[in-house]
């Protein structure tokens, strides 16, 4: 199945839930207990994140900075969603929600990061030509303004479906894209003097040439012009999606533009798509909105707490312990997988599992491997308790990967020698130590494929 790609700014979404039972005596303002704190990925990051819910595989091209916001965001998207970092000017944006029963008191937003104008990586090329669907999440950092992402999503429109999610701050869609999904306030800003949805949703299809335009509007739904025919269709809120008391909305256009682009891919026509993406939108806010995706980190006062395999190696190093990591394609996990991970992690204060991806086990391993996806194969993986972290890499060799972890330790079954490995040269540039561990004899995943054809 063709990858759907989201394409946009990410950021890095924090919720500080406290009490507030009284006022500051310097001033009539509430002072906030703090409880907890909640992170979840934001922008285009939480737009992938719902798209996971309606497509199997979703690679996110967004750009990270070489920060903990930017490390904590690849650490809560992986592994459900295959992340490609581009380049960054500045530090990731960390949009912090300060709150007190149930209700959002202040906001607080560090991080000055934008896309930069530096030529893309050939991967993000490939993918956008290998894609089934293409949905753009503007936030206005940049990145639809790059020459080079316009021309190839010009490239892509009226080939394969391109949903493009607009910000005020950010770039005009590229002609021909097949759906455009302001909300009003958006639409409005767009074409001043206009209130009415359904005339702006005309009005908008032509003036961004595309072929179809879906003004969202709330509780009511939203109103689509270039569906089925060139009236402007109101698509309500299903009857059985009822209201929500006090709801948070947070996120809900990034689930209606995450829906319609994963049934546009799938083969509906867009009046069908936005109908399915109204409801997905009215049943994410009944179940709670975005903050219902967050995680949880308990009483923690950073805002801006490193997360994921990165952060883990940061704060072992920075409380003088010993990282262990070892890596491979762990399709079909079996005694003789869970032997060495067992074993790697006797031999420090934490384990993170370096995981091919499909594509990697793929041109490692042939077209019919992997036989479990990369996904699964990280859930099955963190389950055992003695695994730490997964951190999956697209190249052949896990290099890139193990130069930002900097392990201590580098574990690798005995079946293998030093002049195998390609790896050993950066793990001992950093001060590591290459470990063969003895494998448990008869067991691999190609002759328990050979076994299961045989018989």
Not at 6 to 31: F, I, M, N, Q, Y
Not at 361 to 376: F, I, N, S, W
Not at 384 to 389: K, R, Y
Not at 399 to 410: E, G, M, N, T
């Amino acid at each position: 199945m063709k990858p759907l790609v989201v394409l946009g700014d990410a950021l890095l979404d924090v919720d500080v839930e406290g009490t507030a039972d009284r006022l500051c005596p310097e001033a009539p303002v509430p002072v906030v207990d703090l409880r907890s704190r909640r992170r979840r990925p934001g922008g285009a990051g939480l737009a992938a994140v719902l798209a996971a819910r309606s497509a199997a595989d979703v690679v996110l091209v967004t750009p990270l900075g070489d920060d903990d916001a930017g490390r904590a965001l690849t650490g809560l998207l992986e592994p459900g969603v295959t992340v490609v970092p581009l380049p960054m000017r500045g530090t990731t944006v960390c949009k912090t929600r300060v709150r007190a029963g149930g209700q959002s008191l202040l906001r607080l937003d560090s991080g000055d990061g934008t896309a930069t104008a530096d030529p893309l990586p050939e991967r993000v090329a490939d993918l956008l030509a290998g894609a089934g669907a293409v949905l753009v999440a503007d936030y206005g950092r940049g990145l639809t303004r790059h020459p080079h992402v316009r021309r190839l999503l010009r490239e892509r429109a009226g080939r394969i479906p391109v949903v493009w999610d607009p910000h005020p701050r950010g770039a005009r869609p590229v002609p021909g894209v097949t759906l455009v999904t302001p909300n009003l306030a958006e639409a409005r800003a767009v074409l001043a003097g206009h209130d009415d949805p359904a005339e702006l949703a005309k009005l908008l299809r032509g003036h961004w040439h595309a072929g179809a335009v879906a003004v969202t509007v709330g509780a009511r739904g939203a109103v689509v012009a270039g569906g089925l025919g060139e009236t402007a269709v109101p698509v309500p809120r299903p009857a059985r999606t009822p209201g929500h008391t006090a709801p948070d909305t947070c996120g809900a256009g990034d689930r209606f533009a995450a829906a319609a682009a994963a049934a546009l891919a799938g083969g509906a026509d867009t009046t069908e798509a936005v109908t399915t993406a109204v409801e997905a939108a009215a049943r994410f806010v009944l179940d709670g909105g975005a903050p219902a995706l967050s995680t949880d980190d308990g009483p923690v006062p950073d805002p801006q707490p490193a997360a994921g395999a990165f952060g883990l190696a940061d704060r072992i190093r920075a409380a003088g312990g010993r990282l262990v990591a070892t890596g491979g394609c762990f399709d079909l996990l079996h005694p003789g997988h869970v032997s060495l991970l067992r074993q790697a992690r006797a031999l420090g204060d934490a384990l993170v599992v370096c995981l091919n991806s499909d594509a990697s086990v793929r041109a490692l391993k042939g077209p019919g491997r992997p036989l479990v996806r990369e996904r699964d194969r990280a859930r099955l993986l963190t389950a055992l308790s003695f695994v730490d972290a997964v951190v999956v890499f697209g190249e052949p060799s896990p290099a890139a990967v193990l130069d930002r972890l900097r392990p201590d330790v580098w574990i690798k079954g005995g079946d293998y020698a030093h002049a195998d490995l390609p790896e050993r040269e950066v793990v001992e540039r950093h001060g590591g130590e290459v470990v063969l561990v003895p494998t448990v004899p008869g067991y691999s995943t190609s002759r328990l494929v050979a076994a299961a054809t045989a018989s």
